[in-house]
């Protein structure tokens, strides 16, 4: 059975840093595309970072060059590092396994139950 567990989330100042992770399990994560989401409250879900099965990553506009994407394969573990964090990050992070070919908003893609970051002023 497939299972994400993110954790690393927590409260923090602006400007600060913060590591999350994705433990995978009952799958290899190096066939699967893998994302991180976010939802804040009252705000709709949003796609935040993105890497491919052969490791090419992708960003959303409001995290390029603060955030940082990436896996351990041995580890079967998805990251994302935050760096320069600010109030508007503050939201609950979600981590995604997906066909590469059917997406993260397809059925058949699996979600963890998320880890909360909040960022303070």
């Known amino acids: 059975q497939v299972q994400l567990v993110e954790s690393g989330g927590g409260a923090v100042q602006a400007g600060g840093s913060l590591r999350l992770s994705c433990a995978a399990s009952?799958?290899?994560?190096?066939?699967?595309?893998m994302d991180w989401f976010r939802q804040a409250p009252g705000k709709e879900r949003e796609g935040v970072a993105h890497?491919?099965?052969?490791?090419?990553?992708s960003y959303a506009d409001s995290v390029k060059g603060r955030f940082i994407i990436s896996k351990d394969n041995a580890k079967n573990t998805l990251y994302l590092q935050m760096n320069s964090l600010k109030p508007d990050d503050t939201a609950m992070y979600y981590c995604v396994a997906a066909d590469c070919y059917a997406g993260p908003m397809d059925q058949t893609a699996y979600w963890g139950q998320g880890t909360q970051v909040t960022v303070s002023s």
């Open positions: 890497i491919d099965s052969d490791g090419s990553t």
């Open positions: 009952g799958y290899t994560i190096s066939t699967y595309c």
